[in-house]
Nanobody, 115 residues
Framework: QVQLVESGGGLVQPGGSLRLSCAAS????????MGWYRQAPGNQREWVATTTSGGTTNYADSVKGRFTISRDNAKNTVYLQMNSLKPEDTAVYYCNAKRGWLYDWGQGTQVTVSS
């Protein structure tokens, strides 16, 4: 099992920025893909962005152009840079690691966008 620890959430005003971090307990070279998901109250968990071991990145349409996923292999950490935040980005953000058919999740970090 991969342990994932998210950090960096908080309260930010609309138009502001936050950077989330996800630290993995193993080398992320051995993880096929790492991603970010989010879940707002009353909603299902939705996919936000993914980075693969091969360097490919993909984004949900709702965040494309505003969010950037990146990885620091030396630190076994994946980041989510969130710019131009909107109130509808408010959610608990979860980090995910996929290895074959195995999926591991972090505990989540709260992001609140409000004036």
């Amino acid at each position: 099992q991969v342990q994932l620890v998210e950090s960096g959430g908080g309260l930010v005003q609309p138009g502001g920025s936050l950077r989330l971090s996800c630290a993995a307990s193993i080398s992320i070279f051995s993880i096929d893909a790492m991603g970010w998901y989010r879940q707002a109250p009353g909603n299902q968990r939705e996919w936000v962005a993914t980075t693969t071991s091969g360097g490919t990145t993909n984004y949900a349409d709702s965040v494309k152009g505003r969010f950037t996923i990146s990885r620091d292999n030396a630190k076994n950490t994946v980041y989510l840079q969130m710019n131009s935040l909107k109130p509808e980005d408010t959610a608990v953000y979860y980090c995910n690691a996929k290895r074959g058919w195995l999926y591991d999740w972090g505990q989540g970090t709260q992001v609140t966008v409000s004036s």
